[in-house]
């Protein structure tokens, strides 16, 4: 399998460009965000738990995140790969992952990171918000904060991934066109 973490902040481009290299390796999209969602709406196991502790306002504990993962992985049966997409988050879930993959005799094979700076995310997520309507985008004091928590909380994990030489940074900035180039020819180089 060839399985991929995509990285990056909010505003990157993670979700447009999950779509186009879906379409171009056939992998299968896997957003912590979406499973999450759900498994809450389906009130799975899982998602009850999920649940119990964002409803007191608590970060859902990583062995329940990569249960739900190993959850939605097994549902395929033969999958060319996986797109990771808002996970990890930490280098604690980087490592769950990586036992999680060898245990099905796999492993990330890279880490694409989409490089953008703060003045073009915040730019692109006031956009985001007018044009999907997402309250979460259009307050630019909740867009600095979710920056600022990426960057303290999220980045580290480059780290995780540099030290494996599965690191490929992604200049972000440019027309999507440009920017897919950049993942396309990133990818076809470990192929």
């Known amino acids: ?3 991929i ?3 990056g902040p909010p505003g990157a481009g993670k979700g447009t460009q999950s779509q186009r290299l879906i379409e171009k390796y056939d992998l299968v999209h896997l957003s912590t965000g979406d499973v999450f969602r759900d ?3 389906n ?3 899982l998602g009850k738990l999920a649940k119990s502790y964002m409803d007191a306002g608590r970060l859902v ?3 329940v995140t990569i249960d739900m993962l190993r959850s939605e992985v097994t549902k395929y049966s033969a999958p060319k790969g996986f797109i990771f997409d808002g996970f990890p988050r930490t280098n ?3 490592k769950a992952l990586d036992v999680f993959l060898a245990s099905l005799n796999t492993e990330i094979k890279l880490m694409l990171a989409l490089e953008v700076t703060e003045d073009e995310l915040k730019m692109r997520l006031l956009n985001r918000a007018e044009v999907s309507g997402r ?3 259009a307050n630019i004091s909740v867009i600095e904060n979710r920056i600022a928590v990426y960057n303290r909380e999220t980045a580290p994990v480059k780290a995780y991934y540099e030290d494996k030489n599965k690191y490929i940074a992604i200049d972000g ?3 999507i066109d440009e920017i897919t180039h950049r993942l396309f020819a990133s990818i076809d180089q470990v192929i």
């Open 39 to 41: 498994n809450i709406k």
């Open 92 to 94: 604690a879930q980087a």
């Open 173 to 175: 900035i440019g027309s």
């Open 5 to 7: 973490v995509l990285f």
């Open 1 to 3: 399998m060839f399985n």
């Open 135 to 137: 309250p979460d985008d």
């Open 43 to 45: 009130q799975t196991e």
């Open 61 to 63: 504990p990583d062995e």
